[in-house]
């Protein structure tokens, strides 16, 4: 480790520290009234008339378990509260597993509002019940064992070492569709499930995923991972091509994900050296590989005619050239987060360095563009011009991806956002 590129000065802390705690605030004033957390408009407003999404409610109760295992007691009502829908309204008692969205009819009853069961949302689950669970919250392990049962059960393929995308209400039909992105976040939740129940098959599984992922596709197309897949994993260039914008299958190379694979490659790799096991070399190598393709494709300085100033696009086509130039948040924070890690793991102090510059510009370049002092959390959507926009995204829904860029410097190296912030806050472990 270069440990002089991973120091942090008073000023950086009290900017991170201040922004964790701020995001916070935002998100407490995310619950529903009918139960689970809402849909935020800019302001933080929650959109009652909005379904309450699985995956918004599952992100929140992440960030609020952190906050609570990071000595914020407040937050632990919130938690309970977030627990509840996750056994209640969210909850499909028939069927088993959760819905995508439910809403409340005019008789006031809770309902489905998409019934489907998606990979992405139920990895959210497990992520979010292993957070509370290491905030002390004894009916948050129920939850994540049911969790746990159901993807090894329903999502998970051995023959594949990857998950299905989405089922139908009962789990009896898969969509043909296959995705690395609700794989990616199967591996971050796999890795903290890993680290509250220590059984090491959630830890292989997400080293398995990762291979497939990082060290094939990614790998075996310079690293312009593509994102999309029949159900025999066959690759889908043109998925998507008529939606470019789609939030969460958009056509061609999302540059944010690469930036995300790459540090959870890291975590992973930390992960396995902390269980004894020398972890694969091409876990680093191809974290980097990754990071520098985002880079070389996805960062885009001013030009001289001013219709375009720095910043990441949304995505790519598989020639680097930009599909949707807007700036989405998350990948900034993302990007943030994973220079960080880079720097911290990296033993070379001039390579460490310059990751730590990428870091220090980044988070510079969100503070000016991204954070709002005025209305609170972060803009979720910026177009070229780094002008609010809502192209992709209206209104701030969930403060996840900011919350843990702005917190990961403070963690150390982590094999998961709950191992550092319980390392952190040693008397909750």
Request: hydrophobic residues 40%; charged residues 25%.
């Amino acid at each position: 480790m270069a440990e002089a590129a991973t120091r942090l000065s008073e000023a950086d802390l009290e900017f991170l520290v201040g922004q964790t705690t701020t995001l916070v605030d935002f998100a407490k004033r995310s619950p529903h009234p009918d139960g689970g957390f809402a849909w935020l408009d800019d302001d933080g407003n929650p959109m009652l008339d909005r379904p309450v999404e699985l995956w918004i409610t599952c992100r929140m109760l992440h960030v609020l378990a952190l906050a609570e295992i990071l000595g914020d007691p407040s937050c632990r009502p919130l938690v309970d509260a977030g627990l509840a829908a996750l056994r209640g309204r969210l909850h499909d008692d028939e069927y088993g597993g959760w819905y995508a969205s439910v809403t409340t009819d005019q008789s006031g009853t809770s309902v489905p509002a998409d019934d489907t069961k998606p990979a992405y949302a139920h990895a959210f689950v497990i992520l979010a019940t292993a957070s509370a669970v290491a905030a002390g919250h004894e009916d948050a392990r129920p939850i994540l064992d049911d969790a746990l049962a159901i993807f090894d059960r329903c999502f998970w393929r051995d023959t594949d070492g990857m998950s299905v995308d989405v089922y139908d209400r009962t789990f009896e039909r898969a969509d043909s569709y296959r995705g690395v992105n609700a794989n990616m976040h199967t591996v971050e939740a796999l890795l903290a499930a890993h680290d509250v129940t220590s059984d090491e098959v959630h830890l292989q599984r997400a080293l398995t995923i990762t291979s497939h992922v990082v060290h094939e596709f990614a790998r075996d197309n310079g690293y312009r991972l593509p994102e999309h897949y029949d159900e025999n994993w066959r690759v889908l260039l043109d998925y998507n091509r008529d939606q470019p914008r789609d939030r969460f299958r958009p056509y061609g190379v999302t540059i944010g994900h690469l930036m995300e694979w790459a540090r959870l490659a890291l975590h992973v790799r930390t992960a396995l050296a902390r269980t004894g096991t020398t972890p694969p070399t091409w876990l680093a190598d191809d974290a980097r590989a990754l990071f520098d393709r985002a880079v070389a494709d996805g960062w885009q300085e001013a030009n001289a005619d001013a219709d375009q100033t720095e910043g990441f696009v949304y995505t790519t086509d598989f020639d680097a050239v930009p599909v949707v130039a807007d700036r989405l948040h998350w990948v900034i924070t993302e990007a943030i987060a994973t220079a960080w890690t880079l720097a911290l793991v990296t033993d070379e102090p001039a390579q460490a360095d310059a990751y730590r510059r990428w870091f220090d510009r980044w988070v510079e370049h969100a503070r000016e563009y991204f954070v709002d002092e005025t209305r609170g959390s972060w803009r979720h959507e910026l177009d070229p011009r780094n002008r609010p926009s809502s192209h992709v995204w209206e209104g701030k829904p969930d403060v996840y991806h900011a919350y843990q860029a702005m917190l990961l410097p403070r963690l150390g190296e982590v094999s998961s956002f709950v191992d550092g912030a319980v390392r952190l806050a040693p008397e909750r472990a």
